[in-house]
């Protein structure tokens, strides 16, 4: 008898053990579902799919953008549902040129300096702040354009984000990821399977997802159906015992401190 009670002790401690070296915050993987442009169908389709179930997310806003303009007190609730309201910057500049035809000259980033830029993204900041009070934020680079000339412009604000999203779709792990050119895939009419697979593969690997998704039901020409959404997103719940779903700043933070610890070791 005594025997077996050391043998049961012995296996659960194995167990514990397995289970606090999972490195995401004791989960395999962590997935970061994004939303980018302030796009009316994140708060008509993709907030009560997530609401339902219980997940946070976050949303980069550009702050001058036509639903911002008209739907302030909606975007503004989101913070409250302890969703993170992201900067996607002031105007959504991009490098325009061939196969941009619809990147306006004011709006060129071929045309800005990195003060500019700087400060149109400090201003945003400070009108995420003035919705959420928070002043801790992320980032996600505008058509994932990182470069002012030759000059990168996120080393001038480093010290104003957390973490910056960028559109590789790649994942990694936690010791591998540079919280200022984070990866992630991004939803162009893929199916539900399809999605799944990543969650899949982020499992296996012990990585993090970041998903990226303009138009949910519509909005936007980067698009996934509302079917498709669901169920990627009641899979990513029903897998919540090994799938980490948090915000980015939160993942973030984490990988911030779980980093700076190994580097002291
Ligand atoms: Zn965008």
Known sequence: MKIVFLLVLFFSSLVCKSQS?????????????????????????????????????????????????????????????????????????????????????????????????????????????????????????????MKIGDSSFINAMKHDFVAARAVRNQMHKINEIDLLNVDCYMVNGETAAQMIEWAKKAMETNSLLVILFHGVGGGNSLNVSLPAHREFLEYLKKNEKDIWIAPMLDVAEYIEKYQSTKTKI
């Open 21 to 145: 070296s999972l490195p995401w915050n004791g989960k395999k993987c962590a997935v970061v579902l994004t939303y980018d442009d302030a796009i009316n169908q994140h708060l008509d389709n993709a907030i009560p799919v997530l609401d339902s179930l219980g997940l946070k997310a976050t949303f980069y806003l550009t702050a001058f953008s036509n639903s911002m303009q008209t739907r302030l007190s909606d975007w503004k609730k989101l913070a409250t549902k302890g969703h993170e309201l992201g900067n996607h910057t002031l105007y959504h500049p991009c490098i325009g040129g061939k196969g941009r035809e619809w990147v306006r000259p004011e709006y060129d980033m071929n045309n800005y300096t990195v003060r500019r830029m700087v400060d149109e993204t400090r201003m945003t900041n400070l009108f995420l702040q003035a919705l959420d009070g928070k002043t801790k934020r992320t980032f996600a680079f505008t058509c994932g354009d």
